[in-house]
């Protein structure tokens, strides 16, 4: 409560501290609680009225501007403000007349003469407004303050203005379009304002596209699948909505189309890089295609985008320095909410203590976060750059002398492998994100563990050279997890098996292994708790009813925050996990909660990821070689309910004394293998798959 004129003070701070972050409402708030108990105050007044303007409610400003004004006429800022208010507002006699007192009360004769022509232009503007099918829109000064706000992150300001702007001009499509864009950046719901674009623009490919996009986003995967449909119908040709309806597709399982509309995205455009990235992940999470096809596939990649830089690749002019302090660039778009985050930030802590390494962060996410928060100190250098071509990526790099550069996307959304097939960097690991091969010849090594990536069993799916660590990388729960929980099974008389992997990971063989564990164990139920809010998985629940398997004995969840999620564990016994696409961050995340996991050994990467955190957990029973063993394992763990309750209960232990529990273990181990690789390339040697420490 204010009551005095310390708690003004104190008030007025927090409020230009609010405004400085862009939680203008916040600020707007504490502002007027400061007027309604001091309504003469000055700074208020004044502040309140520039808050206002930033949010081009001009019109709502001038009481308080022309307050500060009466209250504080010696202050020449006080004058401008309300004169350009009453210019904004369209009040232009008004402003006239108020100039005309501020020359005289001394108004600077530059000041002044900048009112001027102001006045003048926007006088000239008033008369000429833009017209868009039949419809006024906003004058361009309007237009031009409000894509400031966009670019300057003022998201609060500029939606409160739109929303205004939006009353005066409801067939204004760029305003609608704008809207949605700033809806979206602030994760909330766009659908009605891209909508109302649409309606506007109804023979527009593009505009459906832009319009599934905002559903995408918003997790209506059906009616966005929809969308795209409609933006080909109109553009037969139009690859960005083959592409688009490729990802929808995939997200809502059906992994086998999504891979159609990849390739006829790629026949349309063949350079169309990020799609064929799309393409690779998605053939790396099905059945159709064998290791050694899949691997030729990321070659074709590496192949068609490198030809046209390889010739060009620069030669290196890095001192050849054995102990120099190195610098070290790491590349992702998941500086942000992401798995990433939980298996980058425990190392990144230790990394960044390191004396002779300085880090450089190249950060391609558009919008930062809270995690996003927490990892910028960690880096001496942070540099954003989604903003950036390929080629002027690469030419930072090189410009910012990177000794060793890490991809940690590799074929995920927002990656950068383009700028990587510049090479850039003497030396370039790729790492964590994406559990395959990149294809590129310009990355010269993979980082991984012994589980994963056993010595000589698995290089030829790689064109980069292996690096085992002691694990992969660790991995931090989250603080809040809740405790464990006994076993449900004990209680209920049944046992619940469970998964927690995207919907895409269920393909159909792992459906029809499923269905054969469900109905060798009566009375045994699944729970999928990570399913898609609209509906989209119902293709999954039909193969299941197809098998046997009623939709009676299932127990559907949609994904939730991070608690909800966890405490879902307590109503599991056994997870089982998918393939070739394993679960490796819900793998983890159900260890900790008590919960192992029952998966098969395959023969890639990509689904050796759950059978690595098992035997790093000391569990290799949970490690199974085949079908038939799959089906007898979860057979023998629902008879077994008391080993299951006891390993339930020993589990987090477990996980806190391995190494998925030693972030400094795996720093350590980085740092000797990034020294190594770099006094390979001091001595002219070529890069070599090795494992530390060795």
């Given at each position: 409560?204010?009551?005095?004129?310390?708690?003004?003070?104190?008030?007025?701070?927090?409020?230009?501290?609010?405004?400085?972050?862009?939680?203008?409402?916040?600020?707007?708030?504490?502002?007027?609680?400061?007027?309604?108990?001091?309504?003469?105050?000055?700074?208020?007044?004044?502040?309140?009225?520039?808050?206002?303007?930033?949010?081009?409610?001009?019109?709502?400003?001038?009481?308080?501007?022309?307050?500060?004004?009466?209250?504080?006429?010696?202050?020449?800022?006080?004058?401008?403000?309300?004169?350009?208010?009453?210019?904004?507002?369209?009040?232009?006699?008004?402003?006239?007349?108020?100039?005309?007192?501020?020359?005289?009360?001394?108004?600077?004769?530059?000041?002044?003469?900048?009112?001027?022509?102001?006045?003048?232009?926007?006088?000239?503007?008033?008369?000429?407004?833009?017209?868009?099918?039949?419809?006024?829109?906003?004058?361009?000064?309007?237009?031009?303050?409000?894509?400031?706000?966009?670019?300057?992150?003022?998201?609060?300001?500029?939606?409160?203005?739109?929303?205004?702007?939006?009353?005066?001009?409801?067939?204004?499509?760029?305003?609608?379009?704008?809207?949605?864009?700033?809806?979206?950046?602030?994760?909330?719901?766009?659908?009605?304002?891209?909508?109302?674009?649409?309606?506007?623009?109804?023979?527009?490919?593009?505009?459906?596209?832009?319009?599934?996009?905002?559903?995408?986003?918003?997790?209506?995967?059906?009616?966005?699948?929809?969308?795209?449909?409609?933006?080909?119908?109109?553009?037969?040709?139009?690859?960005?909505?083959?592409?688009?309806?490729?990802?929808?597709?995939?997200?809502?399982?059906?992994?086998?189309?999504?891979?159609?509309?990849?390739?006829?995205?790629?026949?349309?455009?063949?350079?169309?890089?990020?799609?064929?990235?799309?393409?690779?992940?998605?053939?790396?999470?099905?059945?159709?295609?064998?290791?050694?096809?899949?691997?030729?596939?990321?070659?074709?990649?590496?192949?068609?985008?490198?030809?046209?830089?390889?010739?060009?690749?620069?030669?290196?002019?890095?001192?050849?320095?054995?102990?120099?302090?190195?610098?070290?660039?790491?590349?992702?778009?998941?500086?942000?909410?992401?798995?990433?985050?939980?298996?980058?930030?425990?190392?990144?802590?230790?990394?960044?203590?390191?004396?002779?390494?300085?880090?450089?962060?190249?950060?391609?996410?558009?919008?930062?976060?809270?995690?996003?928060?927490?990892?910028?100190?960690?880096?001496?250098?942070?540099?954003?750059?989604?903003?950036?071509?390929?080629?002027?990526?690469?030419?930072?790099?090189?410009?910012?002398?990177?000794?060793?550069?890490?991809?940690?996307?590799?074929?995920?959304?927002?990656?950068?492998?383009?700028?990587?097939?510049?090479?850039?960097?003497?030396?370039?690991?790729?790492?964590?994100?994406?559990?395959?091969?990149?294809?590129?010849?310009?990355?010269?090594?993979?980082?991984?563990?012994?589980?994963?990536?056993?010595?000589?069993?698995?290089?030829?799916?790689?064109?980069?050279?292996?690096?085992?660590?002691?694990?992969?990388?660790?991995?931090?729960?989250?603080?809040?997890?809740?405790?464990?929980?006994?076993?449900?099974?004990?209680?209920?008389?049944?046992?619940?098996?469970?998964?927690?992997?995207?919907?895409?990971?269920?393909?159909?063989?792992?459906?029809?292994?499923?269905a054969s564990l469900l109905n060798a164990v009566p009375n045994s139920k699944l729970l999928l708790g990570a399913m898609p809010k609209d509906g989209s998985y119902d293709g999954v629940i039909k193969q299941l009813a197809s098998l046997s398997v009623g939709v009676d004995r299932l127990?559907?969840?949609?994904?939730?925050?991070?608690?909800?999620?966890?405490?879902?564990?307590?109503?599991?016994?056994?997870?089982?996990?998918?393939?070739?696409?394993?679960g490796v961050t819900t793998t983890c995340h159900a260890a900790w909660m008590g919960v192992p996991t029952l998966c098969m050994e395959g023969q890639s990467l990509m689904s050796r990821g759950a059978m690595a955190v098992m035997l790093h957990l000391g569990l290799p029973e949970f490690?199974?070689?085949?079908?038939?063993?799959?089906?007898?394992?979860?057979?023998?763990?629902?008879?077994?309910?008391?080993?299951?309750?006891?390993?339930?209960?020993?589990?987090?232990?477990?996980?806190?004394?391995?190494?998925?529990?030693?972030?400094?273990?795996?720093?350590?181990?980085?740092?000797?293998?990034?020294?190594?690789?770099?006094?390979?390339?001091?001595?002219?040697?070529?890069?070599?798959?090795?494992?530390?420490?060795?």
């Open positions: 409560m204010i009551q005095n004129t310390e708690d003004i003070t104190h008030s007025l701070q927090r409020a230009a501290q609010l405004h400085e972050s862009g939680d203008l409402l916040e600020a707007e708030q504490l502002l007027r609680t400061i007027l309604a108990v001091n309504p003469q105050q000055t700074q208020a007044n004044y502040h309140l009225g520039s808050l206002l303007l930033e949010s081009l409610r001009a019109s709502e400003s001038l009481p308080y501007f022309n307050a500060a004004l009466e209250h504080d006429p010696q202050q020449a800022q006080h004058w401008v403000s309300y004169i350009g208010a009453l210019i904004d507002a369209s009040h232009y006699e008004d402003a006239k007349l108020v100039l005309t007192y501020g020359r005289d009360a001394g108004l600077g004769s530059e000041s002044v003469q900048h009112l001027e022509q102001l006045l003048a232009v926007r006088q000239a503007e008033s008369l000429q407004l833009a017209s868009v099918a039949g419809e006024q829109v906003p004058a361009a000064h309007i237009q031009e303050k409000l894509i400031q706000l966009f670019l300057n992150k003022r998201y609060q300001a500029a939606e409160a203005a739109l929303q205004q702007l939006l009353q005066t001009y409801p067939k204004w499509l760029i305003g609608w379009k704008m809207m949605s864009d700033i809806l979206l950046v602030q994760k909330k719901d766009a659908r009605l304002a891209a909508s109302n674009a649409l309606a506007l623009n109804q023979d527009d490919a593009q505009e459906y596209c832009y319009y599934g996009l905002v559903l995408k986003g918003q997790g209506d995967l059906v009616n966005a699948a929809t969308a795209f449909k409609h933006a080909i119908k109109l553009q037969p040709d139009y690859a960005a909505a083959y592409n688009n309806l490729g990802i929808v597709t995939k997200d809502m399982g059906d992994v086998a189309t999504a891979v159609v509309y990849y390739r006829k995205a790629l026949e349309i455009n063949p350079g169309y890089a990020s799609c064929y990235s799309n393409l690779l992940f998605c053939l790396a999470h099905t059945d159709i295609v064998s290791a050694t096809d899949l691997f030729a596939e990321h070659r074709k990649f590496g192949s068609q985008y490198e030809a046209v830089y390889k010739s060009a690749w620069p030669k290196h002019s890095h001192q050849f320095d054995l102990t120099k302090c190195l610098n070290v660039g790491f590349v992702s778009a998941d500086f942000r909410e992401h798995s990433l985050a939980n298996f980058f930030e425990p190392v990144l802590e230790h990394l960044s203590q390191v004396a002779d390494i300085v880090l450089h962060a190249y950060a391609n996410n558009a919008i930062e976060d809270e995690v996003t928060h927490r990892l910028k100190p960690k880096f001496k250098h942070w540099n954003k750059i989604d903003a950036l071509t390929d080629a002027a990526l690469a030419e930072k790099v090189r410009a910012d002398q990177i000794d060793i550069l890490v991809d940690l996307d590799g074929h995920t959304s927002g990656n950068r492998l383009i700028s990587f097939a510049m090479k850039p960097a003497p030396i370039q690991i790729s790492w964590l994100g994406y559990l395959a091969t990149t294809g590129l010849t310009a990355m010269d090594y993979y980082l991984a563990d012994a589980h994963l990536l056993p010595s000589g069993m698995f290089d030829r799916q790689f064109t980069e050279n292996i690096v085992q660590l002691p694990a992969n990388a660790p991995f931090t729960p989250f603080a809040l997890s809740p405790e464990v929980q006994a076993l449900p099974a004990l209680d209920n008389g049944f046992t619940t098996f469970g998964c927690f992997n995207r919907v895409e990971k269920i393909t159909p063989s792992v459906i029809k292994l499923w127990i559907i969840h949609h994904r939730s925050n991070m608690e909800n999620y966890l405490k879902l564990h307590e109503l599991v016994d056994v997870c089982l996990d998918t393939f070739p696409s394993n490690v199974v070689k085949s079908h038939d063993d799959f089906i007898s394992k979860g057979i023998y763990l629902a008879e077994h309910l008391q080993y299951l309750s006891e390993i339930r209960v020993a589990l987090r232990k477990k996980f806190n004394d391995s190494a998925l529990n030693q972030p400094k273990l795996i720093s350590d181990n980085l740092t000797l293998a990034l020294r190594s690789m770099w006094a390979r390339w001091c001595n002219n040697q070529p890069a070599i798959s090795f494992r530390t420490p060795d």
